[in-house]
């Protein structure tokens, strides 16, 4: 069995359990559920599907509490939740801050997004 026989969505799930086994050995080591380290997902959730989605986020936010969560993600329900987000257009950072505050600034790119999104 090679990586070529999964889809990438099982690849993606595959490599969130293997995230998950090596918190709970980090939580083992450190005596502390809750000491954090860095979880880093690039485009986790682009090769599944929304309920798929849905169980990783809930997973993410549940096991990786006391983590750095750092997402690079195009969904953005995926990171509507989170403390900070960055956005980026050709290279260059253009905002950060608060999703829910941003979302709600006037001229605010990640509030175009957003709206963009939603129609």
Known sequence: MNAGTFSAGQRQLFSLARALLRR????KLSNDENSGGI?????ASSSVDQETERVM???VRSE???FTVI????RLEMIMDFDRVVVMDTGKIVEIGNPEVLKGLAGSRF??????GAN
């Open 39 to 43: 979880l880093l997902l690039d485009e």
């Open 111 to 116: 509030g175009e997004l957003v709206n963009a």
């Open 71 to 74: 997402v690079v993600a195009h």
């Open 57 to 59: 986020q809930d997973t």
């Open 24 to 27: 709970t050995t980090w939580a």
């Open 64 to 66: 990786f509490k006391g």
